[in-house]
């Protein structure tokens, strides 16, 4: 499944580091980042809450503000990108955030929800109305969704309607930071199926973030792992995700849950284990 693609990075982070301003003083809370995600690729990015995850993202789509380091998307330097360049970009570069309350507009309903991003980019709306008929379609929501608002729906179908507008205007990447993180087991399965789906159809890419490594091990070919605003460990899913080199990461696996309750009894054991030795600080 392993995709190597380092000639042809869709995206590349050269050394990125930000820092937010905190009252008189500044908190670095990227510490000089790399990485790249080729075209089809989903590339995991893990590590617990603080991290700087969602930072990376924000970074990406110009939201976090960039002190150095370099952000390219498709060859082109985007690092410093803003007004019409940004809003250009937004065709090629998407996102998809966990809470789809505070992201889809509640009083407009799903078909205008979905109609607005094509048609504000000068999309007739005959056309739109039909793209919109297709996204449903690639989301597998019933195409009488256009006419219902977000409230009637659960927390999975509102999660395909986030991704239905991600994919509207047909992005080549889409950052997708903790997209499953608030859906219960079995609607989680369902919508990171539905991402694999959408990835062989499309072939658009992911920068795919959470904090559980169960979730990533799923869905992405390569993984980084992130740790106080470094990445610590990056690498093939296969080996970051089942034989990490990094006592970080092997930490993050022993802490991510398991179906069998009796390998989870055994985790627990070399969980507590594992904690007590590793007691100084991870590098
Ligand atoms: N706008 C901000 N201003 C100041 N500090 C911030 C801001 N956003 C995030 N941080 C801090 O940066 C660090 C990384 O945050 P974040 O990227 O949201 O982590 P993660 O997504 O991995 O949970 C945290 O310590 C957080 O408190
Ligand atoms: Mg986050």
């Avoid at 499944?1 to 500044?26: C, F, K, N, P, Q």
């Avoid at 729906?153 to 903790?178: K, M, N, T």
Wanted: with cysteine; hydrophobic share 40%; glycine share 10%.
């Amino acid at each position: 499944m392993t995709t190597d693609t380092h000639g042809d990075a869709l995206l590349e982070v050269d050394d990125v580091i930000v820092d937010y301003r905190r009252g008189r003083s500044t908190f670095r809370a990227l510490k000089g980042i790399s990485m790249k995600i080729g075209a089809g690729e989903c590339v995991g990015l893990v590590g617990e809450s603080g991290s700087g995850k969602s930072t990376l993202g924000k970074a990406i789509l110009g939201l976090a503000p960039v002190t150095s380091g370099t952000i390219r998307f498709d060859g082109r330097d985007i690092t410093h990108a803003k007004g019409a360049e940004r809003r250009r970009l937004a065709a090629d570069l998407q996102v998809v955030f966990q809470d789809p309350y505070g992201s889809l507009d509640p009083t407009l309903t799903v078909g205008q929800i979905l109609a607005e991003p094509l048609t504000a980019s000068g999309t007739g709306r005959a056309e739109a109305r039909k793209a919109v008929a297709e996204m449903l379609d690639h989301v597998r929501l019933p195409a009488d969704t256009v006419t219902r608002y977000p409230s009637e729906f659960s927390g999975g179908q509102r999660q395909r309607v986030a991704i239905a507008r991600a994919l509207v205007r047909r992005p080549r990447l889409i950052v997708c930071d903790e997209p499953v993180s608030a859906l219960d087991l079995t609607t989680q399965a369902a919508v990171i199926d539905l991402f694999i789906d959408i990835q062989r159809e499309t072939g658009v890419s992911y920068l795919f973030v959470s904090h559980d490594l169960g979730v990533v091990r799923r869905i992405c070919h390569r993984v980084s792992v992130m740790y106080q605003g470094e990445c610590v460990e990056s690498g093939p899913n296969e080996t970051v995700t089942r034989d990490p080199g990094h006592p970080y990461t092997r930490r993050l696996l022993l802490a991510s849950p398991v179906a069998d309750p009796a390998r989870q009894a055994e985790r627990r054991r070399s969980w507590l284990g594992l904690r007590a030795v590793s007691a100084s600080p991870v590098p």
